[in-house]
């Protein structure tokens, strides 16, 4: 599957985006898919992660109650909504995706990788 990610910008401390991430090939829904973030300097770590189904998801403690994943099957696509956006959200956003029904949120894990978009939020 190829991923093109999307939807990144600036905004202020406080303020909302939603990223996108969409995917061409086949079977879309039979895929787990992640969003990671890398900031300068910094290695790539894990943000959110869905199942297959979209009927499970994982946060890592930094994002959780501000971000939502979500994965809209019919479309293709995978989003990630982010509010009460801090400057250390700062960072160039991933999508990631792997053929398997579970949760996964390793980088090691995944197959294939969105190209980043970035995300920059000012305080």
């Known amino acids: 599957v190829q991923l093109q990610a999307s939807g990144g910008g600036l905004v202020q401390t406080g303020g909302s985006l939603r990223l996108s991430c969409a995917a061409s090939?086949?079977?879309?829904?039979?895929?787990?898919m992640g969003w990671f973030r890398q900031a300068p300097g910094k290695e790539r770590e894990f943000v959110a992660a869905?199942?297959?189904?979209?009927?499970?998801?994982y946060y890592a403690d930094s994002v959780k109650g501000r971000f939502t994943i979500s994965k809209d099957n019919a479309k293709n696509t995978l989003y990630l909504q982010m509010s009460s956006l801090k400057p250390e959200d700062t960072a160039i956003y991933y999508c990631?995706?792997?053929?398997?029904?579970?949760?996964?949120?390793?980088?090691?894990?995944?197959?294939?990788w969105g190209q980043g978009t970035q995300v920059t939020v000012s305080s």
């Open positions: 090939g086949r079977a879309f829904s039979s895929y787990a």
């Open positions: 869905i199942n297959w189904s979209g009927s499970s998801t």
């Open positions: 990631a995706a792997r053929l398997d029904t579970g949760i996964i949120t390793t980088t090691q894990e995944y197959k294939s």
